[in-house]
């Protein structure tokens, strides 16, 4: 695909559509439901901005080459940026997302040989490099031969998830070092919009954003019960949660911080013979760091089982109850766990 989009026509009355449209051509088949081959054709265009992608990637970093050639580092990069974002129309943000992308995939020439061939989009391939550690050469050789299998078709989330497990595996240092510096990547982020309206984004530790939006939701599904109650699920827990931050803070209101681990084991485990680790559900592949430090910070925690075939992943069991281990039970398991 990469290859015919190179290869375009130098005649003048030929466009580049007629070029994609020549590519993505499809007669209907008297045999095949109606509308078969536009879907077809649907497929072959995305096939298409994949490739285009990929070469479009390629070229902003050969640009970032050129330009090292007559500035300095991060000059050349914000020069190269500019320009490839002012060709496409683009942001500046977006020129430098997509050469830092570029950056990282020319060290993963089959990931992007999959993306050039269409295998994989560009959202996914994004959705590596920003849960990709910085690796070795040795380390990142290793991550691409473990990841490549499963490009093909591979989604946004799963590859981010996919990408977590394998670096954290194959270089836990490195997966702490991302994972502590993500969470310290905190902000809160307001914009202005027409008709006084305005917008505003947070990041912060999961379990924070969730002691603010936890309540907000709970609140939600209590007007849901209420019929005098008309407001949107989106109204309750804005004015809630809009309402909690008015208030500020209250001294003499204690927050108890809960955790409830949901721990995804194979059935194999329950009879010893797997070494395969469980997961916590909800989060994907964490640092164990992480996970350590939720578990040291929380005032109470709760386990709950969810037991999956060994073969094809189904669920086959739920604890009904979470379990709560206090007193000598409690320092018994904290002991034995160290932590």
């Known amino acids: 695909m990469a290859a015919e989009l190179l290869e375009f026509p130098e005649n003048p009355g030929y466009s580049f559509g007629d070029l994609v449209r020549s590519m993505v051509a499809f007669e209907p088949d008297p045999d095949d439901l109606p509308g078969a081959h536009l879907v077809d054709i649907i497929s072959a265009c995305e096939q298409v901005i994949r490739a285009a992608e990929a070469i479009q990637a390629q070229a902003a970093g050969q640009l970032l080459t050129e330009r090292e050639a007559a500035m300095e580092g991060r000059q050349a990069f914000l020069s190269a940026a500019g320009e490839a974002a002012l060709a496409r129309g683009m942001s500046p ?49 290793l991550f691409e031969a473990e990841i490549t299998p499963h490009l093909p078709g591979l989604t946004p989330r799963a590859a981010a998830e ?77 004015q809630t949660l809009h309402a909690s931050a008015v208030a500020g803070p209250t001294p003499e209101l204690t927050t108890t911080k809960v955790l409830e681990l949901a721990v995804v084991v194979s059935a194999e485990n329950l009879l010893g013979p797997s070494d395969i680790p469980a997961e916590l559900v909800g989060h994907g592949p964490i640092a164990p760091v992480i996970l350590d430090e939720l578990i040291d910070e929380a005032d109470q925690i709760f386990w709950r089982r969810l037991i999956t075939d060994p073969v094809d992943g189904r669920l086959l069991h739920t604890d009904p109850h979470r379990r709560l281990f206090t007193g000598s039970l409690a320092r018994h398991v904290r002991y034995r766990d160290k932590h």
């Open 93 to 141: 943000s977006a020129g430098i997302t997509q050469l830092t992308t570029a950056l990282v995939v020319r060290r993963l020439p089959a990931v992007h040989a999959a993306w050039a061939d269409g295998l994989v989009s560009g959202v996914t391939v994004r959705a590596i490099v920003k849960n990709l550690p910085p690796l070795d050469d040795e380390s990142m050789a």
């Open 162 to 238: 996919l990408t977590r497990a394998l670096t954290i595996e194959i270089d836990p240092d490195e997966a702490d070092n991302k994972a502590r510096a993500a969470r310290e990547d905190q902000y809160v982020f307001i914009a202005d919009e027409t008709d006084g309206v305005a917008t505003m984004i947070a990041r912060g530790p999961a379990e924070m954003i969730h002691q603010m939006g936890d309540p907000a939701l709970r609140a939600a599904r209590r007007a849901k019960n209420d019929p005098d109650d008309h407001r949107t699920r989106g109204q309750v827990m804005f």
